[in-house]
């Protein structure tokens, strides 16, 4: 009676035990994933095309004013000459507005015809460094490779094109075939040295860069891994590059290398470099020097005022809401992709700190998938022209939110630095180097799951 007794009692012991773990297991599933709130109070509830070109819902009356003028001048086309409105555009240059290197605010489509008027064009250098650590200029061509020119002036030259084939074997015998983009440049104007180096770039989304800079500095050094001391293989650096601002070395934020660090930084060189237009942060005609260029003393074409309110604009877009964050395939996704190690680089959050003049950006928990740190992406995309701290094989951990309402907001699924992936799958499937782990990691889930993952990355 006694052993019957005592067994009776393991028994139910062991079923309070059994029921008690089971429980806590269900509670410990998640139904819904944390960060739909992407932008924090700067968040965008928008399904639609407009979801990446809409201004912060938490803007005072004052700084929303502010965020339209600027709105108003990321629109404007330059025109060549003295033209009392919008004049000052060349004499050579790759576009003529911000708007057409970010349609929509979002992401330029990879150009039909290689030598058009796009959001795509060639940065440039030669091996060394400038004064200031950066790329040194290619003599007589600079920095960027400006394709279009005004009348009466010579374009720096034409960009060119082939592909090779890579075919990839997923492990359930799906096959894919990547295409490998080997650029060129030709008909320079005048004679290229024969160790120029080139890196193509495309235009990125604007949205939610305020909010990216506002991260505090200590906060992204931290997820920095230089040694790689923990082994697993993921070794991200900060980039820290020369600010023509405060005339120091800061750290890079900003760029597919993080080659600027600041918005407004970003901004002075785009007006600069891309279309040509002198400001108070470059006042210098990018081509000044050059026998194709503008070597006369001109005044600045972009007063501080409008540069100041189109940096202020892009600081203060809202990002889009994640969406669907309780369908049961998004939160597979989302634990398949930490599952993968993806979380090692395209760190889920941040905390924002104070950001003076912008409080609307200030303290604001974020969820941008990004730690904006520099990695070894591998051979695949090295464009093996380095950039500051960054070598050539080396990219910034580009931010996810939003991704997926690319091709709603901008017609297309072109991804990387220079548009080569046609889908996010080809996007992956280029990551090497640091990520070629996770690469293959993915390359062994069954379709169902890799359909889960893709299902994610769309919702964000």
Same mark, same amino acid.
């Given at each position: 009676?006694?052993?019957? %007794?005592?067994?009776?009692?393991?028994?139910?012991?062991?079923?309070?035990?059994?029921?008690? %773990?089971?429980?806590?297991?269900?509670?410990?599933?998640?139904?819904?994933?944390?960060?739909?709130?992407?932008?924090?109070?700067?968040?965008?509830?928008?399904?639609?095309?407009?979801?990446?070109?809409?201004?912060?819902?938490?803007?005072?009356?004052?700084?929303?004013?502010?965020?339209?003028?600027?709105?108003?001048?990321?629109?404007?086309?330059?025109?060549?000459?003295?033209?009392?409105?919008?004049?000052?555009?060349?004499?050579?240059?790759?576009?003529?507005?911000?708007?057409?290197?970010?349609?929509?605010?979002?992401?330029?489509?990879?150009?039909?015809?290689?030598?058009?008027?796009?959001?795509?064009?060639?940065?440039?250098?030669?091996?060394?460094?400038?004064?200031?650590?950066?790329?040194?200029?290619?003599?007589?061509?600079?920095?960027?490779?400006?394709?279009?020119?005004?009348?009466?002036?010579?374009?720096?030259?034409?960009?060119?094109?082939?592909?090779?084939?890579?075919?990839?074997?997923?492990?359930?015998?799906?096959?894919?075939?990547?295409?490998?983009?080997?650029?060129?440049?030709?008909?320079?104007?005048?004679?290229?040295?024969?160790?120029?180096?080139? %890196?193509?770039?495309?235009?990125?989304?604007?949205?939610?860069?305020?909010?990216?800079?506002?991260?505090?500095?200590?906060?992204?050094?931290?997820?920095?891994?230089?040694?790689?001391?923990?082994?697993?293989?993921?070794?991200?650096?900060?980039?820290?590059?020369?600010?023509?601002?405060?005339?120091?070395?800061?750290?890079?934020?900003?760029?597919?290398?993080?080659?600027?660090?600041?918005?407004?930084?970003? %901004?002075?060189?785009?007006?600069?470099?891309?279309?040509?237009?002198?400001?108070?942060?470059?006042?210098?005609?990018?081509?000044?020097?050059?026998?194709?260029?503008?070597?006369?003393?001109?005044?600045?074409?972009?007063?501080?005022?409008?540069?100041?309110?189109?940096?202020?604009?892009?600081?203060?877009?809202?990002?889009?809401?994640?969406?669907?964050?309780?369908?049961?395939?998004?939160?597979?996704?989302?634990?398949?992709?930490?599952?993968?190690?993806?979380?090692?680089?395209?760190?889920?959050?941040?905390?924002?700190?104070?950001?003076?003049?912008?409080?609307?950006?200030?303290?604001?928990?974020?969820?941008?998938?990004?730690?904006?740190?520099?990695?070894?992406?591998?051979?695949?995309?090295?464009?093996?022209?380095?950039?500051?701290?960054?070598?050539?094989?080396?990219?910034?951990?580009?931010?996810?939110?939003?991704?997926?309402?690319?091709?709603?907001?901008?017609?297309?699924?072109?991804?990387?630095?220079?548009?080569?992936?046609?889908?996010?799958?080809?996007?992956?499937?280029?990551?090497?180097?640091?990520?070629?782990?996770?690469?293959?990691?993915?390359?062994?889930?069954?379709?169902?799951?890799?359909?889960?993952?893709?299902?994610?990355?769309?919702?964000?």
């Amino acid at each position: 009676m006694m052993k019957r %007794s005592m067994c009776r009692g393991l028994l139910l012991i062991f079923l309070i035990v059994f029921f008690a %773990s089971c429980t806590k297991e269900v509670e410990t599933v998640p139904t819904k994933i944390e960060g739909e709130k992407a932008g924090g109070e700067t968040t965008v509830y928008l399904q639609s095309s407009t979801a990446i070109s809409s201004p912060a819902p938490n803007l005072t009356a004052n700084n929303l004013e502010k965020h339209l003028k600027g709105d108003a001048a990321f629109e404007d086309i330059f025109v060549s000459g003295d033209s009392p409105v919008n004049g000052g555009l060349g004499p050579i240059f790759n576009n003529n507005s911000c708007i057409s290197c970010h349609p929509g605010d979002g992401r330029a489509a990879f150009p039909i015809q290689l030598n058009d008027i796009s959001g795509f064009f060639f940065k440039i250098s030669v091996p060394g460094t400038d004064e200031n650590n950066g790329p040194a200029p290619v003599e007589g061509f600079g920095t960027q490779l400006q394709h279009q020119a005004n009348y009466g002036y010579a374009k720096e030259a034409e960009m060119a094109i082939e592909y090779e084939n890579i075919e990839m074997i997923f492990d359930d015998g799906t096959a894919i075939t990547l295409k490998k983009p080997v650029y060129s440049i030709i008909n320079p104007y005048t004679a290229l040295p024969a160790n120029v180096m080139l %890196s193509p770039r495309i235009g990125m989304p604007v949205f939610g860069l305020g909010l990216l800079e506002a991260i505090p500095e200590d906060d992204i050094v931290a997820n920095a891994d230089m040694n790689d001391m923990d082994g697993d293989g993921i070794s991200g650096k900060p980039n820290y590059v020369w600010d023509p601002v405060s005339e120091t070395t800061a750290l890079g934020r900003f760029g597919w290398k993080a080659g600027t660090p600041s918005v407004l930084v970003q %901004s002075a060189g785009a007006y600069n470099e891309d279309m040509g237009v002198t400001n108070p942060v470059k006042p210098v005609e990018s081509s000044y020097g050059q026998t194709n260029g503008d070597n006369a003393e001109h005044a600045v074409e972009l007063d501080m005022e409008t540069l100041e309110n189109v940096t202020f604009y892009a600081m203060t877009l809202g990002v889009p809401a994640g969406r669907n964050f309780d369908d049961p395939e998004v939160v597979q996704g989302r634990k398949l992709f930490e599952k993968i190690n993806c979380t090692a680089c395209h760190v889920p959050s941040f905390n924002t700190g104070h950001f003076e003049g912008i409080p609307e950006i200030s303290n604001q928990k974020i969820y941008p998938y990004t730690d904006m740190l520099l990695h070894d992406m591998g051979d695949g995309l090295a464009d093996n022209r380095p950039e500051y701290l960054a070598n050539g094989k080396e990219w910034k951990t580009r931010p996810l939110w939003g991704i997926g309402l690319t091709n709603l907001a901008n017609g297309h699924t072109h991804f990387l630095h220079d548009g080569r992936a046609a889908n996010l799958t080809e996007a992956i499937l280029w990551h090497g180097g640091e990520a070629e782990k996770s690469r293959d990691e993915f390359m062994k889930l069954s379709k169902s799951e890799r359909d889960a993952l893709l299902t994610f990355l769309n919702a964000l």
